[in-house]
């Protein structure tokens, strides 16, 4: 669609929703920087704290503890020893049942949403039906898809079980370019390429 095509009132409309999105955008910023501060008052160390985050995203604990090897190493490197009895003297892990099931569905949630987001298969999830966390699995998943369909607009349909991810409409006379699964160019792209 181009400038001509698309109406001024239909470009007020963009440009407000984006300045509502914008905002949206900012008052989360703050409630995550408020967030943040109330850990640090409440006795929180910010930094471990943010560097703790940063490890769980990588979801590879055998990454993450070659990483914490090296930089202890580098640390006696320079002449800064820590030894493994320094980093855990007094350190006792003490969660409650409670906690720990919080955490699992937490867990849940949290790979059903990515799930969801990453158009897997909604029958591929890791838990049991009939569990707690495989309740959870599936309506994380349908909030990551209703996620996709958001940011794509209104135009747009929630995949199925079917179809892995949303599709916004194509225009008419646009072209599909790409590979197919099989790794072959489509007739279109090869024929762009041509």
């Not at 800064?80 to 009895?85: E, G, R």
């Not at 855990?88 to 949630?109: P, Q």
């Not at 599709?167 to 489509?186: C, I, L, N, S």
Request: hydrophobic share 35%.
């Amino acid at each position: 669609m181009d400038a001509a095509q698309i109406s001024d009132d239909e470009i007020i409309g963009f440009l407000n929703e984006s300045r509502t999105l914008a905002r949206e955008a900012a008052e989360h910023q703050g409630s995550l920087r408020n967030h943040r501060k109330r850990g640090q008052s409440a006795g929180m160390n910010v930094r471990a704290w943010a560097q703790a985050l940063r490890a769980i995203k990588r979801s590879d604990p055998d990454a993450v503890m070659q990483d914490l090897r090296d930089q202890l190493h580098y640390m006696s490197l320079m002449r800064l020893p820590i030894t493994a009895d320094d980093l855990f003297a007094g350190v006792e892990i003490r969660v409650t049942n409670n906690t720990r099931v919080s955490m699992d569905l937490w867990d849940a949630y949290d790979l059903g949403y990515k799930a969801g987001r990453h158009g897997q298969d909604i029958a591929e999830s890791p838990y049991e039906p009939g569990q707690e966390c495989h309740a959870e699995w599936l309506r994380a998943w349908h909030a990551g898809q209703a996620s996709i369909a958001r940011e794509l607009g209104p135009d747009t349909e929630q995949a199925t079980a079917s179809r892995k991810r949303p599709r916004q409409p194509r225009m008419a006379g646009t072209e599909r370019r790409g590979r197919r699964r099989d790794g072959a160019d489509t007739e279109e792209t090869a024929a762009a390429a041509a």
